[in-house]
């Protein structure tokens, strides 16, 4: 049985507050935005770390937590759509960099918001087909540098994060139970930067701009996440009561206090928390519960069953169930 | 829902007292209408009318009559 044993996060040094966003737009009104979006800092990036570096600072701390140790990483798994290059594949210089192993595996997949469930589902399979037993699982981005310096409404959202979690077939954990997926391509044009690929052009001088739209975003969200939740409670067969914790991607405070109410869920078992973060993409759900204190290692109480949602860019979504 | 109910919840979104649209403004009028209101809106309108708004039919409304079409089916007076 695949579990989850333990995650660590880091955000870089950098931060931007609503009040440095206030002086560079005076004429937005910051107070407000801060109260709906329920995001009030975002740590940035600096010009020359990247999303693997941010991984790289998470993995460093989970070996430091002497949790696992670098030589027992059977394979590691790399979500990002902020790569370090075309190519080589990043995880493979992750490898190099954390001292791991040369007989363990190491691949990137590209998802953002569901990235992590997806990553999750990886660890899952290749523990439980008998391929390995101990999968290192990093989740990070740094959307910051997509972003056009006058899009306002986007910077206020956005911000830089990495995760590591530690997966095995053995030791103290959530157990990783079933999956739902979802994908609907028809979105993709959505929530996209369009630049640094081979649709548009092979300049790759041109643009990378990320380019969002808001509303149909929302109303993705609204329409999937509550029939994503649904169906995997249907799967599992336990009621939406009996769940001690949801812990959707951290969009942002509206959205998430908005679904909240819709699927008649207490706000105290819907976790919402990236108010000194931002919304941090893949590495999004570990940082919440991490930060939460209702995770593996804190003095609170932890949460017995836990399902985490992720949804976005894609459009992609998938959630799971954690016991 | 009735206009005035409709007027008074986009007076809500925007942070404004209730009475405080009457109807006739453009939305840039409307201080507090950007990009999160405009979710707010999709939002609000699904929650109190289950009536789910197409995106790209508000971003291109201009006024408050051209939100108030767009909900049209479900207000009675």
Partial sequence: ?323 | MTKSTFYDIIAEIIEEDPGSVSGQELLTDLEGWDSMTVVAFLAVMDKHLSLAISPKELVEAKSVADLLELVAEKITG
């Fill in chain 1, 1 to 323: 049985m695949a579990k989850l044993c333990a995650i660590e996060y880091y955000l870089p040094e950098r931060i931007e507050t609503n009040d440095d966003l206030a002086r560079e737009f005076p004429e937005w009104r910051m107070d407000k935005i801060g109260k709906k979006t329920g995001i009030y800092q975002r740590h940035c990036a600096a010009a020359d770390e990247c999303a693997s570096d941010l991984a790289v600072y998470a993995a460093e701390k989970l070996f430091l937590s002497g949790v696992c140790k670098p030589e027992e990483v059977d394979y590691v798994l790399f979500c990002t759509q902020t790569p370090d290059y075309i190519l080589p594949t990043t995880a493979c210089l992750i490898q190099h960099r954390l001292g791991l192993r040369k007989s363990a595996g190491a691949l990137d997949f590209n998802l953002g918001c569901s990235g992590y469930i997806y990553g999750l589902s990886l660890a899952k399979g290749l523990i439980e087909s008998g391929q390995c037993r101990n999968v290192l699982l990093l989740t990070a981005d740094t959307y910051t540098k997509l972003i056009k310096p006058d899009d306002r409404s986007v910077r206020c959202l956005f911000g830089d994060g990495g995760a590591a979690s530690w997966i095995t077939a053995d030791g103290q954990g959530l157990e990783i139970g079933s999956f739902v997926f979802g994908t609907d391509g028809s979105g993709a044009d959505n929530l996209i930067a369009h630049g640094g690929g081979f649709r548009r052009s092979t300049d790759f001088t041109q643009s990378c701009e990320l380019s969002m739209n808001g509303p149909e975003i929302f109303k993705f969200a609204l329409d999937t996440v509550p029939r994503c939740v649904r169906d995997l409670l249907d799967q599992e067969g336990v009621a939406q009561d009996s769940i001690d914790l949801f812990v959707p991607h951290q969009a942002n405070a509206y959205m998430l206090e908005y679904l909240c109410a819709k699927m008649g869920i207490e706000p105290d078992r819907f976790l919402v928390n990236m108010h000194n973060c931002g919304n941090t993409v893949s590495a999004s759900i570990p940082i919440a519960l991490r930060q939460s204190g209702r995770f593996i290692g804190s003095s609170r109480s932890i949460p017995e069953k836990i399902i985490p949602i992720g949804f976005g860019v894609g459009y992609s979504w998938a959630a799971c169930f954690l016991s």
